[in-house]
């Protein structure tokens, strides 16, 4: 025989055995699953119903992996919240209210924030009998040191009450 007949036959062989091995899993594997649905028509359950139980189970666990981003989201909201309160010297429901009013007029949170800040920095300025906001103060009728005092929301509003009754 030749070298390449018996390489030939050996390769049958090997070939041979692969398929058989491959033919034994699959037939394991069928009866597995036909033990598993077996299982699932003895129980009363059918194909049907639990293909819907495995529908249901995935919506759950894809509406519990949404919630828990979106929860996410929310603590990381109200963290910064409570971050930006503190660095304002602002009560974080007055500052959520700042920043939601800022919203609805359209100018946008962190603009209100950043306007505050200023705001803060010019009244110190002013009470300690410097900067650009002393001049308009006075004008206003609105002591700097006393503004100086309060809580940035209570500053604005102090401000803004002055500004209505200015009639020119």
Partial sequence: MSKGLKRGKAELKSLDKAVQQSSGRFKRWGASVSGAMGRLKASGGGLTKWIAGLAAA????????????????????????AKTSDKLGVATEKLAGLRHGAELSGVGADKMEMALQRMTRRIAEAAKG?????????????????????????????IADAMAGVTN
Avoid: N, Y
């Avoid at 929860?71 to 109200?78: E, N, V």
């Fill in 58 to 81: 995935t919506a759950g666990v894809v509406t519990l992996t949404v919630a828990w981003g979106k929860m996410r989201s929310s603590m990381a909201d109200i963290d910064a919240l």
């Fill in 130 to 158: 410097s900067g650009e906001a002393q001049d308009a103060l006075k004008q206003l009728g609105v002591d700097a040191q006393a503004l100086a005092k309060l809580p940035a929301d209570q500053q604005l509003s102090k």
